[in-house]
């Protein structure tokens, strides 16, 4: 009798034990799937993430015309990566990645960003030293070290392909939004697009006589949409001034010297881009600021304005010697392809005046404007003669530049796409 | 002999007794535990799908599939601890729309036992918003590109870079008074559509 009770016991405590164990196992196997849905669907989305930058990487690095052979594994999971151009400069890149039977897409364009969204852009520092009073604003990069001088102000992010370079113990520069080593992306562009635009559709000033000589153009904005200009050849004189409508002049912005100078001031309503070209000529391929040159709508003011201005010289961009000038204010953005932005002779100014950049300036090397010696009751150097460089970005820049101002090689991402939402399908 | 049989009785019922009462009593456990695990079970299942739609949603900020629209200014409109209003082109069709991410009261869910689950709305436009979730933490940072965290409520055109998202999804119904609970957290989901500042 015992031995019958015992046996349906036995019988009843391993039913039991059965249901629950089996619940206990079938919830231990749910929760396993639900870690290994989340995992298989986070790498998939890595992985195509993964296929994106291995895309941008062989197109900036290696070959603009890289095309990729699909699928590519990147570590387990499969990879399709498929490359199409919507339009110039533009690049749509798709990446399909199955990792363990989930799959994920990921689209992304991306653009050739305008040497215009960057507040400064050098290949070199030289034997040029960033110093006081020098502020410089939206992103930074060189391909150098960054030298600094006393307390430069760096308001934007901070990249460069070698570091940080003190000039002594007494140089604390500030850096509001860190720095990071970058790699290098030279400062060079092709002029032979550009002059494609202004012979087709905007103005072209060059030597008409065909004796190879250089042209100098005078350029002075005005705030009701029109331009004065005069132009000479060689050594001849100056022609008449002419006033016109800019849209008149270069319908699509664009005004070149080829050979030449360009002379350029006053207050830009519209939008354009002003390139000077040397074409070999040591004397050619500068654009001089005598005076301040400014938009006619503060984008300080208005964030809508729509005047852009760039400034593109072959050889470098100069402000020319003028003690009685005082401060200048330079609303542009600058491209120097032989040099940076000048100041002729700035040790020989009687004082320390301010240049006021609202825009950016990208070119070859940083170019010396002010003299600096050290104020021991200020503790720290101060500019005493020449120009200090002050530099606010224009944030429109972020998304626009001035017409046909160039570009960087690189493509930089604009947008991403991660659409899909992957749901677990669980019993 | 009568005596010893009463004494092997007794001792029986008494050890068959102690060996019921602790085979009752891991029953007891096996049961708890079994519901414990299998709501503990819920609770991911529920985490992940929350996760898998916030993580989509949130890596659209400032997303537009025209990509001369997409935004030069910040694309969060509001954001507190709690909720955010974002600028995203939700269906992809070159307009930017209106995302609004907030929980409820804890009223809202009075047939549940749990005093702390809410229900977390997602409304586009001015449509009606749809619920994606219940959960019992929905809390939001965020930073600057030096990774500063920037004190609650943003405003539009803030110096927002980056966003932390975190979760906490409670089981509604306690087992031996105790809940289960699951948590995922994210730095960083939103950063590629926002202009960084």
Redo the contacts between chains.
């Keep these: 009798m015992s031995g019958k009770i015992s046996l349906i016991l036995i019988l009843g405590f391993s039913t039991i034990f059965t249901f629950y164990g089996l619940r206990m196992l079938e919830s231990k196997n749910s929760s396993a799937n639900n870690f290994y849905f989340y995992y298989n669907k986070s790498q998939a989305n890595y992985s195509a993430i993964s296929g994106i930058y291995l895309a941008l990487t062989n197109i900036n690095k290696i070959s603009s015309s890289w095309e990729p052979s699909n699928p590519t594994f990147i570590g387990n999971a499969r990879v399709y990566i498929n490359l199409t151009f919507p339009s110039v400069g533009i690049l749509r890149i798709r990446s399909i990645a199955n990792f363990n039977g989930i799959t994920d897409t990921v689209i992304v364009i991306a653009k050739q960003k305008s040497f215009s969204s960057y507040g400064n852009y050098y290949q070199q520092f030289n034997n040029v030293w960033a110093a006081t009073a020098d502020t410089f604003d939206g992103a930074f990069h060189t391909n150098d070290y960054v030298q600094c001088y006393g307390n430069p102000v760096f308001l934007g992010k901070v990249t460069t392909a070698k570091g940080i370079k003190l000039w002594d113990n007494k140089s604390f520069p500030e850096f509001h939004q860190g720095w990071k080593l970058e790699s290098a992306d030279p400062v060079q562009f092709d002029t032979s697009a550009m002059r494609l635009a202004a012979y087709s559709n905007g103005k072209v000033f060059t030597d008409t006589t065909k004796n190879n000589r250089d042209t100098n153009l005078k350029l002075t904005f005005l705030s009701d949409g029109n331009v004065k200009y005069q132009w000479k050849i060689g050594t001849g004189a100056w022609s008449p001034e002419v006033t016109t409508a800019l849209s008149s002049l270069s319908p699509n912005g664009l005004i070149m010297v080829q050979k030449g100078n360009v002379y350029v001031q006053g207050n830009l309503n519209g939008q354009a881009t002003i390139v000077a070209t040397h074409k070999g000529s040591s004397s050619a391929g500068i654009v001089y600021i005598e005076k301040s040159i400014t938009y006619a709508e503060n984008p300080n003011i208005n964030p809508n304005s729509d005047d852009f201005l760039g400034i593109v010289a072959e050889r470098r961009v100069e402000i020319p010697f003028d003690n009685s000038r005082g401060d200048i204010d330079i609303h542009a953005s600058i491209f120097s392809v032989a040099g940076g932005i000048t100041v002729a002779n700035y040790q020989n100014y009687s004082s320390a005046y301010k240049m006021n950049i609202l825009g950016s300036v990208s070119g070859l090397k940083v170019e010396p404007t002010a003299k600096y010696v050290y104020n021991s009751t200020l503790k720290r150097y101060v500019p005493t003669n020449g120009y200090s460089y002050i530099q606010k970005y224009d944030r429109r820049f972020d998304l626009q530049a001035p017409p046909f101002f160039p570009k960087l090689k690189v493509f930089t991402p604009l947008s991403w796409y991660q659409g899909q939402v992957i749901i677990p399908n669980f019993e | 002999m009568g005596f010893s049989t009463l004494i092997d009785i007794a001792g ?1 019922m008494f050890i068959g007794g102690i060996i019921l009462l602790n ?1 009752l009593n891991l ?1 007891n456990n ?2 708890t ?2 519901f414990y ?2 709501n ?2 819920n609770s ?2 529920d985490l ?2 929350l ?3 916030i ?2 949603d949130f ?2 900020i400032g ?3 025209n ?1 001369n629209a ?1 935004k ?2 910040s694309t969060i409109i509001y954001g507190d601890s709690s909720s955010i209003r974002f600028l995203s082109d939700f269906n ?1 069709d070159g307009n930017f729309d209106t995302v609004y991410f907030y929980i409820g009261n804890v009223n809202e869910l009075l047939n549940t036992t749990n005093p702390r689950d809410r229900l977390l709305y997602r409304r586009i436009n001015n449509n009606s918003p749809k619920i994606i979730g219940s959960v019992t933490e929905f809390k939001l940072s965020y930073f600057d ?2 990774m500063n965290e920037i004190h609650s409520p943003i405003i539009y055109n803030s110096n927002v870079n980056f966003i932390r998202v975190s979760l906490r999804v409670e089981s509604s119904f306690p087992v031996d008074d105790r809940y289960s609970d699951a948590i995922w957290k994210r730095m960083t989901v939103t950063t ?2 926002i ?2 500042k």
């Design positions: 029986s085979l029953n096996l049961a535990n079994s695990y299998s503990y079970k991911q299942v992940v799908i996760a898998s739609v993580e989509r890596n659209l997303y537009s599939a990509y997409i030069n200014d992809n590109g030096l590629k559509n202009v960084k």
